[in-house]
């Protein structure tokens, strides 16, 4: 009782610099139950007989959770509070990534289902937060913020197979549910405090339009789904590309994705000194898009310097997730508009990613290689540089 009422106490202003810091950390727990998957699928794979297609759905299954819970959580928040509702949601995705290893193939199944629709809330409404709280430095706040996430998902690539080494795949997978319940516990204070936020607004009007009537809010979903449709590109089939048309060993492709992952850090931490423009994002988008294409083209006629792809298409993939996530909190008016537009950003953005790897897996398996691949991704990723060219202008929702 004592610990509960501390919390409530008035806050000083290092404490609430300390609390209003706790959106970082929940960063670090919105991808290792994503991450942690991967290295260890095949053996998930042969415990639970499941075929490689098989194996691949389970992997996208996350993100068509993503695309279906998005859309919703603005519901959540208005009735209970984006605090209350990111509090909640830490817990369910602590409880579902804990029980989903050990409940056998319908609870594996119905627990991933279950984990990615958890994190879809703080996807959504985390960079709404952070945009409220940080409204003086929005695009700074969300490359930290998306260096918490790069930083989480990389540990947990890194630690996956280790861990079902010493143990078992099991709890290479559970470990990651009480991350999360540590971090439920760090933003518990965010919950209790009777007093708002620091840097909050009083804006919640609703939307004079509803967003999916929006020009530019469809510009900003394009730009996030070709950004993401780009990211789960490398992330599932980099090392498989590499091994196929440069030759290299399964070992160096391991290395070469986690120096995917460290460079798109890098890229995250870097691109908001081009955002911060008042009146014009062009440049940013752009230079954040553009590594992209070229990583994409270099894959295609120079396979053999994939290490040098793999840093230039880390660079661009961090700093377009920070481009997206900075596009949605300038383009949203007020709090309750900018968590629609993160809604349907990521719920199209997120559709267009879960298709991504099948798509590239089929035209590859139809075409005997990766160059009709290649292409058709970096055709794409000249759209995105596109859209950030268009999105990038000084223009409101209207």
Do not use: C
Not at 62 to 67: C, D, G, N, S, V
Not at 264 to 283: E, V, W
Not at 324 to 329: D, M, N, R
Request: positive net charge.
């Amino acid at each position: 009782m004592r610990v509960v009422a501390v919390l409530a106490e008035p806050m000083t202003r290092e404490r609430s610099s300390l609390i209003t810091a706790t959106a970082f950390v929940v960063a670090l727990s919105l991808r290792p139950a994503l991450t942690a998957v991967g290295p260890v699928l095949p053996r998930i794979g042969d415990a639970l007989h499941l075929g490689e297609a098989t194996q691949g759905l389970l992997g996208t299954l996350p993100l068509l959770a993503f695309a279906v819970a998005s859309p919703l959580v603005h519901l959540a928040s208005r009735r209970f509070g984006m605090e209350r509702a990111v509090f909640v949601s830490l817990l369910v995705l602590a409880a579902g990534s804990a029980i989903r290893p050990y409940a056998g193939p319908a609870g594996l199944w119905i627990g991933t289902a279950v984990v990615g629709a958890a994190i879809a809330v703080g996807n959504v409404l985390v960079p709404v937060i952070i945009k409220r709280d940080y409204s003086a430095h929005v695009s700074r706040a969300t490359g930290i913020y998306t260096a918490f996430i790069t930083g989480g998902a990389a540990i947990a690539s890194i630690l996956a197979v280790p861990l079902a080494d010493a143990v078992d795949w099991r709890l290479s997978l559970a470990v990651w549910g009480g991350l999360a319940l540590l971090v439920a516990i760090v933003w518990l204070p965010r919950t209790l405090s009777p007093e708002p936020m620091p840097a909050a607004t009083t804006d919640d009007e609703t939307p004079p339009v509803s967003v999916w009537r929006q020009p530019m809010a469809w510009l900003v979903t394009g730009f996030m789904g070709l950004q993401s449709t780009s990211f789960y590109l490398f992330v599932n089939w980099l090392p498989t590309i590499e091994s196929s048309t440069g030759g290299v060993s399964e070992r160096a492709t391991g290395v070469h994705l986690f120096v995917f992952q460290v460079f798109g850090l890098i890229g995250g931490l870097s691109i908001p000194f081009l955002l911060k423009h008042p009146t014009n994002q062009r440049a940013g988008l752009m230079t954040a898009s553009t590594p992209i294409l070229l990583a994409l083209i270099g894959l295609l006629v120079a396979p053999h310097l994939a290490i040098v792809w793999a840093v230039v298409g880390g660079l661009g993939q961090g700093a377009g997730l920070v481009a997206a996530l900075s596009l949605i909190s300038l383009r949203g008016r007020g709090h309750h508009e900018t968590t629609q537009l993160s809604g349907m950003a990521q719920a199209v953005g997120y559709s267009l990613a879960a298709a991504g790897p099948v798509v590239a897996g089929y035209l590859t398996q139809v075409t005997g290689g990766w160059r009709t691949t290649l292409t058709v991704f970096a055709t794409l990723a000249a759209v995105q540089v596109s859209l950030g060219f268009a999105v990038g202008r000084d223009t409101r929702p209207t």
